[in-house]
Each structure stands twice: as C-alpha cells, then as structure tokens.
C-alpha cells in the first residue's frame, strides 16, 4: 500500500491557535477539540452536499453531518432556499409565525406517538424541559437513566454509574451539586434485573425513565425491541413515563425515529438535530392530556426568546418536506447497508476484530471484538487506539470522521454510491493500516473515555 502524504493543517493550525485565546479549548463545544484524536481540529469554511472543505481547501468525504442534522448532506438547495426566502422578511419576532404551525402540522400529521409539539432550540433543552414536565406531571422527583445514554448536558443527566447494580449517580462534570445527582438513578443498558431492582428500590418515586431508544453518543449500542418494550411496560405499571429521547434517531431512522420503527409509544419524545434542518431547533411533543401541563396551559413553566424562530423554522420544514417523499428512507438505509456489509466483507476476510454496528443510516466501528456491543461497559476503551490510527488515515485520504471512536458516522442522502465507493476504498486501506502487523496493538494507554470530551 502507497504511503499517504499528510493533509497540510497551516490555516487550521493558525485558526486554533487564535481560538484557544477565545475559547476555552479553543472550541464551543468539548469533542470538537480532537482531544481523542491525532492532530488538531480542522477549520471548515464551506459544506456541499457530502462534502466539506477545511481552511486549507482540503476536501472530505463527510460522515460527521454536523453530528446528526445534514441527514440531506451540507448546504441543501431546498433549504437553503426556503431560509432565504423567509429571511427576507426579517430574523425573529418573539411572536407567533405560521411557520410554527406549519412545521408542527408536518410533524404531528405525519406522527402518531405525539398529539402536541413545543419548539425550543436544542437537545439539550427539549430533554430539560421533558424531564420538567415528567416531573410536573407525576409529582416525583427521581429520574432513571442508562448508563451509556446521553441527554445533552442537563445538571440532573451529567451523571454516571457507580459500582452497583442500581446506583445514584455520580456526577460526571464538575458544577452539578451532589444533590442534583441524587434525583438520578443510574443503571445498565439492556438489563432486565436491574431496572426490576431499580423500580422496587424506588416504588413511587420514579417520574421518568429517559432513554436513547438508539443509544447513539457511546459507540452504537443497538438495544433488544423486547427490552424496550419491557421497559413500556414497567413505566405503565409504575406509573412513570417512559421519555424517548429521539435527538438523533428522531427523523433518522424513520419519520417517527425509533417509536415508530420498534412500534413503541413512549409518553414524551424529544427531538432535535434533523427537525431544525442544520439550524439550532429542538422539541419535545406528548399527548394533548400531558402537554396541557406546560405553561401557559398548565403550571410547568418552560419559554423561550428564540423558540420556534422563523428561520430555522423554515430550514426545519424544507428539511422534513423532503423527507416525506416516498422511498427516501429505503434509499437511505439500503444504501448504508450495502456500504456496511461491503466493509464488513472485506474485513472478515483478513481476519480483521471489527465489528460496524448499524440501524438506518447510523453506523459505529468497534474494533478488537466481532460482538453487537448493547452495553457502554462493554466497550474496551484500549479499542480507541485503532479507531485514532483509522482517524488520522482517513482524514489523510479524504473522508471525514467525527474526532472520536465513541461518536457514530451518519449517512446523508447526497452520499451516491460513487462517493460511498470512494470512501469504502480509502476505509480498507485504513483498515489494513490498523491492523498491520507494524502497528502497535490495542493495548497500551487507555483513551479518555467519551465521558470527557463529548460534543
Ligand atoms: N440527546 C441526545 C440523544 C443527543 O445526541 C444530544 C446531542 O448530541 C442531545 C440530547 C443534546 O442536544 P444538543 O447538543 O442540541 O443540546
């Protein structure tokens, strides 16, 4: 195999240089900082279609999409025109749009796990407030979570697992008070016994039990249909409500994301990501009788100066407009299918310990095992040493993976078959780079788990 000459990083090199006298890590956001990666970060200046330039006019392949939102690939004509056209005619109101109405009428007519929508403007504040309304709504005060999920960085969520099978949570950043971590309870992934525990621990004082229903921010940790619908079946009985926290798998794997895909209907799903189309949007959506409980219906209060902002109202309704056209996501996920099991082929020829996890058009590489992973624990943190090799091979050959082994590569619809195929070739070789019998093994320092440096 040829040598792979090395991308030039001069203007990325001297914009971090300058961010890190603005920012703290020079990023605004943590994973951004290719902390768990070689190199630093690239600067990107433009996005088209499947493809991103950085400050130094190098072109990638991209499988990051913005983590998630670009599930049409960067810089979509439809959306891009339909946000010009509406910001002509000014940015925001703080007022009531059409707009509004339009995107939940697209949204809830075409959803039949939710019969009220509120707009906000991220992940993280659709699964706060969800979180707040379950809390309302239940009059409890504790929270179940997995181990393994990610919710954004709500104070009550930045916790992790102790040592036992039901746990309290731990904080995992600082500034969360210890008494936050202790509304929160934390246990693993696809574990039966442990949520029974957990439920008898705790009788009547659960709210909400929040799940990734694709657990998709620590490697892909595809979980058993059963086990959520064993999971449906516990809130009923408890009286807790099920959240589905669908950031990413929400409009990912299907219109109606994982509800729909696994026939399950959770109480409250948020969204965010794809619903805004690139710009900053979130949600969260329940039935009329528990969405009556927010304000100014009902006494959980939750608002917002740019919620459901005309702008990225728009982006959100040409997104999902296409969306809805027949096929697209049967193209979408056959062609993420091929492209996995092309790789998957090659690999298991050579012998090589890789496993691709894959649902729709989500994909994660786990290296040194040939296993479904369904639990964060499961994961060999000695592992991400093949995936930073993988990394700084890839981006010296054109393709572009999110700087962290823990983090999954999304498939958009403007990866053609000829842009997959270039990118599978260049994934072989980083492949057979990886596992040459050169490169040091897995072994060796442990990478920062996800936990530190997440986006
Ligand atoms: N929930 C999930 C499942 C996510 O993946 C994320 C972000 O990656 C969030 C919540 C937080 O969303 P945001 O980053 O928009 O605040």
């Not at 309302?136 to 181990?147: A, W």
């Not at 099978?165 to 971590?181: H, N």
């Not at 409500?241 to 209907?265: C, K, M, P, W």
């Not at 298991?348 to 691709?356: F, T």
């Amino acid at each position: 195999m040829s040598e792979i000459k090395e991308i030039s990083r001069e203007n990325s090199s001297e914009l971090y240089a300058k961010a890190k006298t603005y920012f703290p890590g020079g990023v605004n956001s943590p994973v951004r900082a290719f902390k768990s990666v070689y190199g630093t970060p690239l600067f990107i200046k433009k996005g088209d279609g499947a493809y991103l330039w950085d400050a130094d006019d190098n072109q990638f392949i991209d499988f990051c999409g913005s983590w998630g939102p670009l599930i049409l690939g960067h810089n979509h004509p439809a959306i891009r025109e339909k946000v010009i056209e509406v910001m002509q005619n000014g940015m925001s109101f703080g007022a009531p749009t059409a707009l509004e109405n339009e995107l939940a009428e697209l949204i809830l007519s075409n959803n039949r796990f939710i019969e009220k929508i509120r707009f906000v403007s991220s992940g993280t504040e659709a699964v706060m407030s969800a979180i707040r309304l379950a809390r309302g709504y239940t009059k409890r005060d504790k929270i179940l979570k997995f181990e393994g999920c990610y919710h954004g960085h709500v104070d009550a969520l930045l916790v992790k697992a102790g040592s036992g099978l039901v746990t309290f949570g731990e904080t995992s950043s600082a500034g969360v008070p210890k008494a936050f971590a202790d509304e929160t309870i934390v246990i693993a992934l696809n574990d039966k016994e442990a949520l029974t525990k957990a439920f008898g621990d705790f009788k009547d004082q659960i709210a909400a039990v929040i799940i990734e229903p694709i657990p998709a921010n620590n490697g892909l940790l595809l979980q058993h249909q059963e086990f959520l619908q064993y999971l449906r079946e516990v809130c009923t009985t408890n009286g807790t409500l099920l959240i589905f926290d669908e950031v990413i798998s929400g409009f990912r794997v299907s219109f109606t994301g994982a509800a729909g895909l696994y026939n399950i209907n959770p109480d409250i799903i948020t969204y965010g990501k794809i619903i805004g189309g690139g710009l900053p949007v979130g949600a969260y959506g329940a039935s009329a009788q528990i969405m009556s409980n927010v304000s100014p219906e009902g006494p959980v209060y939750q608002a917002g100066t740019l919620s459901g902002n005309p702008v990225a109202m728009a982006a959100g309704i040409a997104q999902l407009t296409e969306l809805l056209k027949p096929g697209f996501y049967e193209d979408l996920n056959n062609k993420t299918k091929s492209f996995v099991n092309d790789i998957l082929t090659f690999a298991n020829q050579r012998n090589y310990p890789v496993n691709i996890s894959h649902i729709g058009s989500i994909f994660w590489f786990a290296f040194d095992t040939t296993d479904t992973i369904r639990k964060a624990e499961d994961i060999d943190p000695h592992s991400m040493n093949r995936f930073k090799t993988m990394h700084q091979h890839l981006l010296n050959s054109g393709v572009y993976f999110g700087p962290s082994g823990y983090e999954v590569g999304f498939i958009s619809a403007a990866h053609t078959m000829a842009i997959l195929d270039t990118a599978k070739q260049a994934i072989f070789d980083s492949l057979n780079v990886v596992f040459a019998p050169s490169q040091p093994s897995s072994e060796g320092t442990a990478l920062a788990s996800k936990d530190d440096f997440r986006e």
